[in-house]
């Protein structure tokens, strides 16, 4: 991936800021953002006619192997999602940076991922056929849901100590799993091939 | 202090997301198979390249009743099992085109090609004598097939991936292998194997990813088109 994710933003007019919201849409609104966008994806996937086909980078074998190589890379930025901030929560010893590699980690592990779900649901769509592609599928459209309300949380002030580190496993548990029903299979049922 | 960089984020991902999605639907009009699910092997594609190789989109929205328009019927897959239940057929046509494979899933197939009318009949006709004799109408097609000097009465409905019509060629060990699937609405598959021209039943396909291993060396299967 050639992008930036810090130049990608520098154009966009800043946002609206909102007067301080009371406090239940403070939670409220993260999580209908969240389902909108979980049902939003799932929608699309399922309305979509699936073109069973798409770009592919060039030196890969098939749109399978860069998209297991790149969930693959996503998940490495995950984990290091999960030592930061442990580091951050101080349940780990860890550097002074250690908030701006969980900031920079995500945003890559994010980027990373969003090509991979572009593909999916353009090309093979939300599929229900067997379990591993359920699971996948659901889970696939959770994650994204899941991270836009983490997102949305992280601008809000005063949330209880253990919102953060509940949300934020949810995005690492659904990645895994998202990843484990898709390029760990593809690794084992086409070896570790580029 | 609002935080923004966490929207930022997000709105780089939807930026990203709109920017591929976009390149996806102006490449994915070409009828050339540069990406996709590209062969892990060498699999030779059918001899017919297809016009409208990933036309899957116009064959959304059929019109439902062929007979009345002058156009030929829209491009769709078919497909279905013959009225004994020993056999599937499935049907794929593109731009008034047809290809039709017919196989029984243990010894005995036949490829058959030829046009549709606009009225929606079919008449194609297969290497060995084979021959199908069907018709459109709104969703399936009915017809019958006679090969092996039986007749076989069949409906195919329409199929929507994953199901439908695929195959694979390609050396393996140094034999020449030939694979025809179709793939049923309920997820069941009717296949054969050619080694050298001698037909087994075939491996089950990976219906999503289009990956069989044949003889321990893996292929990909791609769909059939006219």
């Known amino acids: ?194 | 202090m609002k935080r923004s960089g966490p929207l930022f984020t997000l709105l780089a991902g939807l930026l990203l997301a709109l920017f591929l999605l976009s390149l996806n639907a102006t490449t994915g009009t070409r009828p050339t198979a540069s990406g996709g699910e590209p062969p892990t092997t060498k699999v030779s594609p059918n001899p017919t390249p297809s016009p409208t190789g990933t036309g899957a989109g116009t064959g959304g929205s059929p019109s439902p009743d062929p007979s009345t328009t002058g156009t030929p019927p829209p491009n769709a897959d078919y497909a279905g099992r013959t009225d004994d239940d020993s056999s599937a057929v499935a049907v794929s046509l593109r731009d008034g085109r047809a290809i039709a494979y017919f196989c029984d899933g243990r010894d005995q197939e036949s490829w058959l090609k030829g046009d549709i009318e606009d009225d929606g009949s079919l008449k194609l006709t297969g290497r060995g004598g084979g021959e199908l004799n069907g018709t459109l109408k709104g969703d399936r097609v009915r017809g019958t097939v006679d090969i092996g000097g039986k007749e076989y009465g069949f409906t195919a409905d329409k199929a929507v991936k994953p199901s439908g019509l695929y195959r694979a060629t390609a050396t393996v060990r140094g034999a020449e292998v030939d694979g025809g699937w179709i793939v049923l609405r309920d997820g069941s598959q009717v296949g054969i194997l050619k080694r050298d021209g001698r037909p087994s039943a075939a491996p089950e396909i990976d219906p999503g990813s289009g990956a069989v291993t044949i003889d321990g060396e893996r292929l990909t299967v791609r769909p059939v088109t006219p």
């Open chain 1, 1 to 194: 991936m050639t992008v930036d994710p810090n130049a990608a933003t520098q154009g966009f007019p800043s946002p609206p800021s909102a007067p301080d919201r009371p406090g239940a849409a403070r939670y409220l609104v993260p999580a209908l953002v969240a389902c909108a966008v979980a049902v939003g994806l799932g929608a699309y996937g399922t309305v979509h006619d699936p073109a069973g086909t798409a770009f592919n980078l060039a030196g890969f074998s098939s749109t399978g192997a860069v998209k297991s190589w790149l969930a693959t890379a996503s998940f490495g930025f995950a984990v290091v999602q999960l030592v930061s901030a442990l580091m951050v929560y101080g349940r780990l010893p860890g550097p002074s940076w250690a908030g701006a590699l969980h900031r920079w980690s995500g945003r890559v592990a994010f980027l990373t991922a969003v090509p991979v779900a572009v593909h999916c649901l353009y090309a093979l769509g939300y599929q229900t056929y067997e379990p591993r592609v359920l699971w996948h599928s659901l889970l696939g459209c959770f994650f994204f849901g899941v991270f836009s309300a983490k997102m949305l949380l992280l601008r809000s002030e005063r949330l209880p100590g253990w919102l953060l580190p509940i949300v934020g496993g949810l995005v690492f548990a659904a990645l895994t799993v998202v990843w484990l029903t898709s390029a760990l299979w593809f690794f084992r049922t086409f070896g570790v091939t580029t």
